[in-house]
């Protein structure tokens, strides 16, 4: 069974969608503008939705971390768009979409444990 989220896409609007994850979802963000959510979820997987009215629809799915992922967080729009991640697995990723493709641009894994969110 996937695991469903509510979305904020406006203050006063919520609705509940099917995330596909196939675990509990750690941490769900909406981009500075509003217009892309990033979940995470013990799936080891995060998911990227395009939000816009009241629809919400996958752009992709990005798999690289050996553990459940606890946290996303977006970076501000003047540097791309950009994702930060951690997980279980001690690692912090850092994403970076490019053409409507989504690659790893940083790798900390100084951690010798799980990366928790703070």
């Known amino acids: ?13 919520s609705s509940a969608f099917d995330t596909q994850h196939q675990d509990m979802i750690h941490d769900a963000q909406m981009d500075y503008y509003g217009k892309r959510l ?13 939000v816009s009215d009241n629809k919400q629809t996958l752009v992709d799915t990005l798999r690289n971390h050996d553990g459940p992922v606890w946290e996303v967080a977006w970076a501000h729009p003047r540097f791309g768009t950009i994702l930060a991640s951690c997980s279980y697995d001690g690692r912090v ?3 970076k979409e490019t053409d409507g493709v989504w690659s790893i641009i940083k790798e900390h894994k100084a951690h010798s444990s ?5």
Do not use: K
């Open 1 to 13: 069974m996937a695991t469903q989220v509510a979305a904020a896409p406006a203050a006063t609007n």
């Open 38 to 50: 990033a979940t995470c979820s013990s799936d080891r997987t995060i998911r990227i939705f395009d």
């Open 93 to 95: 990723l850092v994403w």
């Open 114 to 118: 799980s990366g928790n969110p703070a």
